[in-house]
Nanobody
Framework: VQLQASGGGLVQPGGSLRLSCAAS????????MGWYRQAPGKQRELVAS???????NYANSAKGRFTISRDTAKNTVYLQMNSLKPEDTAVYYC???????????WGQGTQVTVSS
């Protein structure tokens, strides 16, 4: 399974970005897809996730500003990020998790920088 993420970049505080991540190399629907992020000197943390049934989960820091969505048939996940803050600066990694096999796959990471 390969994950291809895109959509990162440089944005000013208060701006928006939309990340996308597509999983390929599988004929099965991914059970859970989501995003982690890792800032310099910090541990990787969960940002948001969504199951194939539409159940979503957000970090407290993301609630009210970020929205995760999925195109389940295409095994694609999106993260709409609004009202971005400098502390959102990090490398964002998408992941895909299969319940049946407990296998988890990671994308290559996309840099998000929030700065004026």
């Amino acid at each position: 399974v390969q994950l291809q993420a895109s959509g990162g970049g440089l944005v000013q505080p208060g701006g928006s970005l939309r990340l996308s991540c597509a999983a390929s190399g599988t004929d099965f629907i991914v059970n859970v897809m989501g995003w982690y992020r890792q800032a310099p000197g910090k541990q990787r943390e969960l940002v948001a996730s969504m199951s194939s049934t539409g159940v979503s989960n957000y970090a407290n820091s993301a609630k009210g500003r970020f929205t995760i969505s999925r195109d389940t048939a295409k095994n694609t996940v999106y993260l709409q990020m609004n009202s971005l803050k400098p502390e959102d600066t990090a490398v964002y990694y998408c992941y895909a998790y299969f319940l049946l096999t407990s296998e988890q796959y990671w994308g290559q990471g996309t840099q998000v920088t929030v700065s004026s």
